[in-house]
């Protein structure tokens, strides 16, 4: 993606739950995008720590443990705080009363259509979701967004219908009460659709923690190369002199991402003439991937090695997202006719 000269206006903002280490489908899928955008856009990346308390209320020490983790994280990839205003949720929170105002003009029933309030149920049997303030998650969010009059939000497929959904929640807001003068209070922003990741896990599945198919960012060389050289191939390999394809070799889908094309037809020419073993194949992956993460793990290191500083510049991002959070809402206040 090339970045694009955009006005000042322009406003992003993104939110990530902290619920563990981050992985390379993080990187691939969310940070690399966040690292274009933050040189083009004002940014506001944040930690959504009330989220993640929305699913794990009743354990929620992951989520204190995780959180200077994540920072670390997106600041060893290169998240730059002189750029984008990093900052926490739960410390900024005007988001809260905002959520609240919002809740007075939401119906229900638009809650509980957002199809991500019903799968999440769904799919996460053991924990009880059955909750007002997992109902409220999608206009949580939805407040993450107006505060800060944000105009795009990175997102993935999942997010669109909560971006959708804030969008309705600005009309109606915006609609209900109209400053004279015809402005709105409220902009509507935009879903920034990030092509999916095609970032595969260990096991060619999506890759993803509850898979446990993951290579964590600042994860020790040896586990990567571990994890790697006995991850599955195709099956049909048995032995070495068997030919493969690489269609059905998880193998494969890391190539795509990190091999050049010439090491590409290598691996295509080698694996269906069974000129190549499955380890061998493997070297230039392991490889790359211990190149990819060579960087993340020395500036992580050096991060935890400051964290005073660390813990400063969180400290200013969130002085400064306060400052921007409280204008909105002061006209918001002012606007529903609430005069503190
Ligand atoms: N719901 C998002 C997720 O699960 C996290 C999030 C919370 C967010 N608030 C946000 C993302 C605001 C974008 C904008 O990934
Ligand atoms: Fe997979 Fe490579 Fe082995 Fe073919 S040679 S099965 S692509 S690891």
Known sequence: MSPIAVSNNQRILSGMRPTGALHLGHYHGVLKNWLHLQHSYRCFFFVADWHALTTHYEDPRLIGESLWD???????????????TLFI????????????LLSMITPISWLERVPSYKDQQERLKSLDLATYGFLGYPLLQSADILIYRATQVPVGDDQVAHVELTREVARRFNRLYAKGDGAFVLPEPAALLTH??????LDGQKMSKSYGNTIALCEPPASVEKKLRTMPTDPARVRRSDPGDPG???VWQFHQIYSTEDTRTWVQQGCRTAGIGCIECKKPVIDAVLAETALFRTRAQSYREQMGWVRNLIEEGCATAQQVARETLNEVRQAMGIHG
């Open 248 to 250: 059905k070799c998880p």
């Open 89 to 100: 949720q739960s410390r900024v929170p005007e988001h809260a009363e905002l959520h609240l």
């Open 196 to 201: 999916a990741s095609k970032m595969p896990g």
């Open 70 to 84: 994540m920072i670390i994280d997106w600041l060893a990839v290169g998240i730059d705080p002189s750029v984008a």
